[in-house]
Each structure stands twice: as C-alpha cells, then as structure tokens.
C-alpha cells in the first residue's frame, strides 16, 4: 500500500515536471535516441531518490538538479556514441512523441543549437533562466552565487547572440 501510494505521487510529479526534464534532455542529446535514453535515465534516478525528497526546495528545484547532474554524467560517458545512434534513429519508429518538444520553429532551433555550443555549467544556467527560474533557484540548484549566476547568465546572452549572428 505505501508503495503503491508512493508510485502514485511520483508519477503525479514526474507528469506536472515533464517540461523539465523534456528542456534538460532536448540540450544535452542530439539524437531522439540519446533523447530517449536521457530522459530513462533521469526518470530512473528521480525514481530512486524521490523517496528521499524532505521537501527542503521546490519540487521542480530538486528535478532540475537530479536531472542536470544525470545528463553530466550521460553526457561524459556518451561521448563519440552519436554516429551509432543517428543511423539507428532513421529506423527508429517514434512511439514517445512526448520526448519531441511541439515547438520546432527556425528560431527554436537556432536558439538550441547555440546553446549546445556553450560549456556544460552555462548551458545549465541559460536553461534554467530561459525556463523562468529566479537567480535565487538557479543558484540553489547550480551551487553557484546569486551574483554569479546574473553575471553569468548577462554573459551568455551575449555569447548566443554572438553565436547566433555568426553560425546562423
């Protein structure tokens, strides 16, 4: 019966935090299959340590940090993996079309291949900005400054502007 209750709370939570997840995985991956993958694996270590959550931040505050350090570590262990993948994904029938976000337009793209451009600390930062968090819970959930974190973000800016007038 507990477990049973627990199951039904995290899948509540899991199903009103998708966004988050689906944003971080969509930034780290290139693939569908990667995407896929990602997603599984955030899934999997919000699962595990969701018992665990005492409610000492916001929900979506502890999912933006199980699931930024889950895609880090996807993405170390990953590297030179893309090739295999984006052959298998021409063959790949896509079941989980909650993984694709519904915005594709030109600017959306531009906007995401820029900021896989930028190292993997900034690249947290603007995710979590461009998601609408305060620089107090970008902070608590990066470990960085307040002030860091709008110095930091003021940088980025300015470096996808940068990116986006000279790649695209």
Avoid at 98 to 107: L, P
Avoid at 119 to 137: F, P, Q, R, V
Wanted: hydrophobic share 35%; net charge negative.
């Amino acid at each position: 019966m507990i477990n049973e209750k627990l199951s039904e709370q995290f899948s509540s939570v899991f199903e009103e935090n998708i966004g988050i997840v689906i944003k971080i995985s969509r930034a780290y991956t290139t693939t569908f299959h990667d995407r896929e993958d990602l997603v599984n694996d955030i899934l999997l270590e919000l699962w595990k340590s969701f018992k665990n959550f005492k409610g000492n931040s916001k929900i979506s505050t502890w999912i933006y940090r199980v699931a930024l350090n889950t895609s880090l570590n996807y993405k170390r262990k990953k590297k030179n993996d893309s090739l295999f993948y984006l052959l298998n994904d021409f063959k790949h029938v896509d079941n989980l079309s909650w993984i694709i976000e519904q915005d594709h337009s030109e600017e959306s793209e531009i906007l995401y291949k820029c900021i896989d451009e930028l190292n993997e600390i900034n690249k947290a930062i603007i995710l979590l900005y461009l998601d609408g968090n305060s620089h107090d819970e970008i902070s608590e959930i990066t470990g960085i400054s307040k002030t860091n974190v709008g110095t930091r973000i003021g940088r980025i800016k300015e470096q996808i502007k940068s990116l986006s007038i000279s790649k695209f």
